[in-house]
């Protein structure tokens, strides 16, 4: 009953390759987000998506893209991995801020 | 440019005493407050919240007060209990497609 998912859980690829990571949701919440998390920073936002097809950056969005076709899953690219991208990422889901986020496990990603 | 602040890394308490988590923020703009515990290997999870317009908000031995005119909100856990040991983060927003986190406490509850 997680209601979100992420996939992979755990990742590890070279500098330079391509990654992509899904979040998929079964709530049909209007909102879905992409944070990171690193040591001495909390969790800082990538990019959000406010409906199928309508995105936007956050406050780390460089070297990432997103897409939503679907209500359900919301992908996150690395267009050219860096070692700066290693990170664990989750994805968020809400249907108002005043419900909270609701987090998936998250993906370790590792840039080798 | 970090707008949320959580100022202690870390925090240890007795079992059955009062665990108090604070944060500061500075952005005026920030009307909607929350609290998010996170444990090892999971995705953070929603604990309370509070609105700019009221000053406590309590649910069960978790209570959050907020004091606009200091940009200060704590985050009071009585009593502590060993499974409380988590991560808390703070977090802040003033829309639906930001919310800004702080960098997280990690509290530690001894038997």
């Known amino acids: 009953d997680a209601g979100i998912t992420q996939s992979p859980r755990h990742k590890v690829t070279e500098t330079g390759t391509p990654v992509t990571l899904r979040c998929h949701q079964t709530?049909?919440?209007?909102?879905m987000y992409w944070y990171r998390q690193d040591p001495g920073h909390g969790l800082r936002l990538i990019h959000y998506s406010y409906g199928v097809k309508d995105t936007d950056k956050g406050e780390v969005s460089d070297g990432y893209s997103v897409s939503r076709s679907k209500t359900e899953d919301f992908l996150l690219t690395l267009e050219s991995a860096t070692s700066s991208q290693t990170s664990v990422y989750f994805c968020a889901i809400s249907e108002a801020r005043e419900y909270g986020y609701t987090f998936g496990s998250g993906t370790r990603l590792t840039v080798v | 440019d970090q707008q949320v602040k959580q100022n202690s890394p870390s925090l240890s308490v007795q079992e059955g005493r009062i665990s108090i988590l604070n944060c500061d923020y500075t952005n005026s703009m920030f009307d909607y407050f929350l609290w998010y515990k996170k444990y090892p290997a999971e995705g953070p999870t929603f604990l309370i919240s509070i609105s700019s317009i009221k000053d406590k908000n309590e649910d069960g031995r978790f209570t959050v007060f907020l004091n606009k005119s200091a940009k200060h909100l704590s985050l009071h856990i009585v009593p502590s209990q060993p499974g409380d040991s988590a991560v808390y983060f703070c977090?802040?927003?003033?829309?639906?497609?930001?919310?800004?986190f702080g960098a997280g406490t990690r509290l530690t509850v001894k038997p």
């Open positions: 709530e049909n919440h209007r909102y």
């Open positions: 977090a802040a927003s003033y829309n639906n497609n930001d919310m800004r």
